[in-house]
């Protein structure tokens, strides 16, 4: 294996996928809804596609996007960032977020290149970094030090500026910033955004905004896209997912929109398209005519998603656990480590605890989590050992299910 692969031998998803296949657990492990909340329009999009007498839907398209998709992105865009964002320039539609991020890292980051990336991460970083020859620096979010309150809120998971500032050099490239945060669920303020973004000016480093949760944040949380800041636009890649937009994550379309100068390196990576697109095309073109009403579902999937929220703290909390209560996302990050006498840790033979309980549990108990310390580097595994994420965008009766075997199980 060549060296820079070293490290990224294992995935958390093909262990954890597999796991569950295995032992048929409540699955509150990847991230992805249990049940159609996708509005109805947008599977019949798809559905009329597929219908549709026009063979050629299902045939090659423009190769960095397909023309009524990339126009959609665009007039969606330039809307909600207040700049005119050219579709043919400056989008790119790609297969998931995972190739946005793929395009955006291999087109812009050389050999020796520094990466800054902020922990617990969306695993997929460290090894995209790494194939491309760059130098990852990690940075974790922390517990504030003068926490007190009963549960900790993901805005209470922060940064330090001074080891922020500390990293920034002239080899940095490029910082990745994730908000809605995966799997924290921070929703990043504008002075933590600001700060970053002085630093990116400062040192000339580009910004990648994975900003695929950007339609579920709870109130009064609000999302800041950060190409908005003054400056930024130039310097930021950001990237979306319609798995994410309208709760299809099978669907595997995702997008980068940016400035063309930079978006030019992703096209060079990039070359291939979907079908999906024109579906998706549809499905935005509808909800962009619905933008400011409740009803539209980039509004209505955070109310949706509140109540499963609530839900699944109250049920952790009761159990002994201490969740974390995410401003955004549809993840919960909870310390287990009150119940640790209960598991039979030894009988596991991980290395970090974190997959020995979720191991555990799957088997035993019959409730899958994600071990976070997939989403930290080698040296900082440690500060996510006492944790374990769960994902409650599930059917209410799931989510009832999961609470009476943690219930029973206690
Ligand atoms: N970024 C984050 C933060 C994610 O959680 C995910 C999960 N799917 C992705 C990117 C990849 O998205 P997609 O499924 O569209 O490839
Ligand atoms: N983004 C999803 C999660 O974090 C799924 C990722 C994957 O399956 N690779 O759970």
């Known amino acids: 294996l060549p060296g820079r692969y070293a490290g990224s031998e294992k995935s958390v998803w093909v262990e954890y996928i597999q796991l569950a ?47 009524r998709l990339v126009s959609a992105i665009a007039k969606l865009y330039s809307h909600l960032i207040g700049r005119e964002i050219n579709p043919h320039s400056e989008v790119l539609t790609t ?49 504030r030090q003068n926490f007190t309150g009963e549960l900790p809120s993901s805005g209470d998971w922060i940064l330090d500026q001074n080891e922020l500032e500390g990293l920034f050099n002239d080899k940095t490239k490029m910082i990745i910033v994730n908000t809605p945060h995966n799997p924290l669920g921070k929703v990043f303020k504008m002075a933590e955004l600001e700060f970053i973004a002085n630093l990116c000016k400062k040192w000339n480093v580009l910004c990648i905004a994975d900003e695929v949760y950007e339609w579920i944040v709870y109130k009064p949380n609000k999302h800041i896209r950060i190409a908005t800041l003054p400056g930024m636009w130039e310097r930021t890649i ?49 909800e962009i005519e619905r933008l400011d009403k409740d009803e539209c579902y980039f509004k209505s999937i ?50 970090y605890k974190d997959y020995r309980f979720t191991k ?31 994902c409650y965008f599930k059917k209410d009766e799931n989510l009832q299910k999961a609470a009476e075997i943690l219930h029973n199980w206690k």
């Not at 890292?105 to 800054?116: N, S």
């Not at 656990?321 to 119940?339: C, H, N, Q, R």
């Open 21 to 67: 296949m295995d032992y048929k657990p409540l699955n509150l492990g990847q991230g992805f809804p249990d049940y159609q909340s996708a509005p109805s329009h947008v599977t019949e999009a798809l559905a009329n596609v597929a219908k549709s007498p026009n063979c050629l839907l299902h045939q090659y398209t423009r190769g960095f996007g397909h023309p």
């Open 95 to 143: 297969l998931g977020a995972y190739e946005a991020l793929y395009s955006t890292i291999l087109g812009h980051v050389d050999v020796g290149d520094e990466v800054i990336i902020i922990e617990p991460f969306f695993d997929c970083y460290e090894p995209m970094v790494k194939c491309a020859g760059g130098i990852p620096r990690f940075i974790p979010l922390r517990l």
């Open 238 to 286: 950001t990237i979306g997912s319609a798995g994410k937009s309208f709760s299809v994550t099978g669907w595997k379309l995702g997008w980068a929109y940016g400035p063309a100068h930079l978006m030019l390196n992703l096209q060079m990576i990039h070359q291939n398209c979907v079908y999906t697109g024109e579906a998706v095309a549809m499905s935005f073109e509808k």
């Open 302 to 351: 955070s109310c949706e998603l509140l109540a499963k929220r609530d839900f699944t703290a109250k049920f952790l909390c009761e159990v002994g656990m201490k969740p974390t209560i995410p401003e955004g996302g549809y993840f919960m990050v909870a310390d287990w480590s009150p119940l640790e006498s209960k598991v039979d840790l030894a009988s596991e033979s991980d290395k």
């Open 360 to 390: 555990w549990m799957t088997k035993n108990i019959g409730l899958q989590g994600i071990p976070p310390t997939a989403f930290y580097s080698e040296k900082h595994k440690n500060l996510a050992e006492n944790f374990v994420r769960y």
